[in-house]
């Protein structure tokens, strides 16, 4: 089964992300997703973030980005990756962080949607470069 993903609309995201992570997302989520992008990709100097749903259940976010982002991994990756492609990787690395820890919800929820998000990126245009970045 092909997994979709749904851009969010501005008007969902606030009600999107509480459903999934709740007060995690603004304080917890979200600042270590671009954290990870920061770090792994040096050409990413801030900007607009697209919201998306995918059809298993998972939720990830991506920056907007007309030109491909330059993306060093310690893991030895090196390569250029579109903004929807880092977007998945540094959510996976994001999810994958946040998922060790005391359990609760959250860490349950984190690892959930690592899962997810890895079961779309299998089929992602990108998926090669996805996966050299995360593996």
Known sequence: MIIKSKKITNQQRTKITANL???????RL???VFSFADRLAKSYNGGYWEFYTLSNG???????????????????????????ALGIVVCLYAYSHLSFGAESD??????????WLREFALDHAESEGIFG???
């Open 30 to 32: 979200e600042p270590v």
């Open 21 to 27: 992570f709740g007060f995690n997302f603004p304080m």
């Open 58 to 84: 998972g939720f990830y976010m991506a920056p907007c980005s007309d030109k491909p982002l330059n993306v060093s991994c310690e893991n030895g990756f090196e390569g250029e990756l579109s903004g929807d």
């Open 106 to 115: 959250f860490t349950d929820a984190c690892a959930q949607h690592y899962h």
């Open 133 to 135: 970045a995360i593996d």
